[in-house]
């Protein structure tokens, strides 16, 4: 019951850390991401018992890198908020 509780605020709680859920970005070339190459290292740094895992983090990982614009990021938190 607890973790019902939990699922059904998920969002109001992310909000008042102030991370916010946008859609994944339509891909654009000049900020693409060497698939390849990330998988490679995903593999090797976190050794995935799961394929379906490793996808699910180079999706989102390549999403991240199109909604920064591209940019490398060095802090998680900008302004006070949670930047992803």
């Not at 998920?10 to 970005?25: K, N």
């Not at 998988?39 to 199109?66: G, P």
Request: proline share 4%; charged share 25%.
């Amino acid at each position: 019951a607890d973790i019902e509780i939990l699922a059904m605020n998920i969002e109001r709680h992310l909000q008042e850390l102030g991370v916010s859920i946008r859609p994944a970005p339509h891909h654009q070339r000049q900020f693409g991401v060497d698939k390849h190459a990330l998988d490679r290292l995903l593999k090797k740094e976190v050794r995935y018992q799961n394929r379906q895992a490793l996808l699910h983090d180079l999706n989102s990982l390549a999403a991240i890198w199109q909604l920064r614009g591209g940019q490398p990021q060095r802090k998680l938190v900008v302004g006070g908020k949670l930047s992803c």
